[in-house]
């Protein structure tokens, strides 16, 4: 069992910067990879950015591409996501979530744990 407990997040105006990190609990995590997902009110939860645990390889969603950074540290068990140049439409629950097995598609209905959300808000 991997249980993922978010920190950082916050209020933020556009254009700023902000932070969100997840550590993955327990032994070390050996699975596939660790990314985020957001979800905004009203709307269905989406993918954000992954990165593959073992060669550090992101992905991210078109929205956030050259403005997120996902980051990863093993030793930690944690996985980053550096959020610049922020819009108000950023503005979401942000989900860490893990996935076991490879994949080449992060879909929210593939990742098989997540943590309990943190909140970021972008005002205009």
């Known amino acids: 069992q991997v249980q993922l407990v978010e920190s950082g997040g916050g209020s933020v105006q556009t254009g700023g910067s902000l932070s969100v990190s997840c550590q993955a609990s327990?032994?070390?995590?050996?699975?596939?990879?660790m990314g985020w997902f957001r979800q905004a009110p009203g709307k269905e939860r989406e993918f954000v950015a992954a990165i593959s645990w073992s060669g550090g390889n992101p992905d991210y969603s078109g929205a956030v591409k050259g403005r997120f950074a996902i980051s990863r540290d093993a030793a930690r068990n944690t996985v980053y996501l550096q959020m610049n140049n922020l819009k108000p439409e950023d503005t979401a629950v942000y989900y860490c979530?893990?996935?076991?097995?490879?994949?080449?598609?992060?879909?929210?209905?593939?990742?098989?744990?997540w943590g309990e959300g943190t909140l970021v808000t972008v005002s205009s």
């Open positions: 979530a893990a996935r076991i097995l490879p994949t080449s598609d992060y879909d929210v209905h593939g990742m098989d744990y």
């Open positions: 327990g032994p070390p995590f050996t699975g596939f990879a």
